[in-house]
């Protein structure tokens, strides 16, 4: 847990220096790619009708 809460606290303060423009492109581009995740995800079937792992 203390190692979560350091790292957590560094990629803070990397963060925090980050020019606004370069937030924002990291921003949209986080969005981009989750975005196209939940598309495929929505088109997938719904993990319940595969069956059991047996049947895999």
């Known amino acids: 847990?203390?190692?979560a809460v350091?790292?957590?606290e560094e990629a803070?303060?990397?963060w925090r220096n980050?020019?606004?423009?370069?937030?924002a492109r990291y921003?949209?581009?986080l969005i981009a790619l989750t975005t196209n995740q939940w598309v495929?995800?929505?088109v997938?079937?719904?993990l319940t009708s595969l069956g059991t792992f047996g049947n895999l």
């Not at 980050?18 to 937030?23: E, F, S």
């Open 12 to 14: 803070f303060q990397d």
């Open 1 to 3: 847990m203390d190692l």
């Open 44 to 46: 997938s079937p719904p």
């Open 27 to 29: 921003l949209h581009r």
């Open 40 to 42: 495929c995800l929505a």
């Open 6 to 8: 350091h790292a957590a």
């Open 18 to 23: 980050t020019p606004p423009v370069a937030r």
